[in-house]
């Protein structure tokens, strides 16, 4: 089994989104057997949520439902359950940094590295800004790229 965990600031916009997306390309490809995927927070503001609203719609208006997901708080034992920990922009990846075991440092990474075409590292915070259109496609992009990467790697 692969294990992915997305992670942002509060799990209810950027990484509950990637959750989602990520699952349903993993269930159309025959993967769910192999794949398993999370998301989390770094931040405690919106444990037990459900998604922001717009996170939601957005989903729903591309074809997934996201909204039996729940906000929970990233910790240090994920980085012995997940084989990928993907932070949304820099400042999520500076915190799981923080709280990074000793020798495991090495699953840490940033989520659009996988989509190298988009030209940037970050998913930018549509949580005040809003933008959940072009968050979603820039997590859609990197999903396929992390698919790709985990059947090189992995399977
Ligand atoms: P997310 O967006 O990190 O993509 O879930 C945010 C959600 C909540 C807040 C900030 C960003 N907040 O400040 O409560």
Redesign the pocket.
């Known amino acids: 089994m692969v294990r992915v965990l997305f992670v ?9 989104t990637a959750e989602g997306v990520f699952r349903d390309l993993v269930e159309r490809e025959g993967l769910s057997g192999e794949i398993d995927i999370d998301s989390a ?1 770094t ?1 405690a ?2 444990i037990g949520e459900p998604p ?1 609203g717009r996170a939601q719609a957005e989903a729903k208006r591309r074809g997934i439902d996201i909204s039996t997901l729940r906000g929970r708080q990233a910790q240090a034992g994920d980085f012995k359950t997940f084989d990928y920990v993907l932070a ?1 922009d820099r400042s ?1 990846y500076q915190n799981l940094m923080r709280i990074c075991p000793i020798g495991t440092e090495d699953k840490l990474g940033m989520f659009l590295d996988f989509a190298p075409a988009l030209e940037r590292r970050e998913v930018p ?4 800004e809003g933008g959940f259109d072009v968050v979603y496609d820039m997590i859609d992009e990197a999903a396929q790229g992390l698919l790709a990467d985990i059947r090189t790697k992995h399977l």
Do not use: E, F, T, V
């Open positions: 942002c600031l509060g799990n209810i916009c950027r990484s509950p927070g931040h503001y919106h922001d949304m999520n915070d549509p949580y005040y």
